[in-house]
């Protein structure tokens, strides 16, 4: 049922969820993992597996190393990764705060330009990449703190030995 509370360990294999809105506890390795319509909160502790979001509803929890994580999020998430890659586009518009620290990996985020609430972006040795669409301004430097446009997102920024590129657009 759709309502059940998952808590699951998964290695070696693949693993497709779609359709739960209960809470989701994952801990996986060397697999791959597909995530589809999820309305519970997730909570995602994998390595060396790659992960492929779709339309995940409730806030999530990532923490994942030694992989690549893909797919599109509408809630607010904190993510920690190391060694990975992330491409993540919001497909909502997000009032609560979205955590990223990054190290060794390469992060893209795609943000609407609606796009409201407080990104806390850290990377090291990490390349970032942002495209804000709709939104109209200058670069971002490291280590700044500025908001976009009127009741736009809010980042902080902290990037060391990595590039970083914010596109106003």
Excluded at 56 to 64: G, T
Excluded at 139 to 152: C, F, K, N, W, Y
Aim: proline share 4%; with cysteine.
């Amino acid at each position: 049922p759709s309502n059940l509370a998952l808590d699951l360990a998964q290695s070696f294999g693949t693993m497709e969820i779609t359709g739960c809105y209960s809470a989701i506890t994952l801990d996986a390795s060397y697999s791959d993992v597909y995530l589809s319509d999820i309305g519970g909160e997730l909570n995602l502790d994998t390595s060396f597996t790659d992960i492929t979001l779709d339309a995940i509803h409730a806030p999530s929890q990532l923490v994942f190393e030694y992989g690549s994580l893909k797919g599109s999020v509408g809630a607010p998430f904190s993510l920690t990764s190391n060694f990975s890659d992330t491409d993540l586009t919001v497909t909502e518009k997000l009032d609560g705060n979205v955590s990223v620290n990054s190290e060794y990996g390469d992060v893209t985020l795609r943000l609407p330009s609606d796009q409201n609430g407080h990104f806390a972006i850290t990377s090291s040795f990490s390349s970032l990449y942002c495209p804000l669409w709709g939104q109209d301004g200058d670069s971002l430097d490291s280590e700044i703190q500025r908001t976009v446009g009127e009741g736009g997102p809010e980042f902080t920024l902290v990037q060391a030995f990595g590039d970083m590129t914010i596109a106003f657009e």
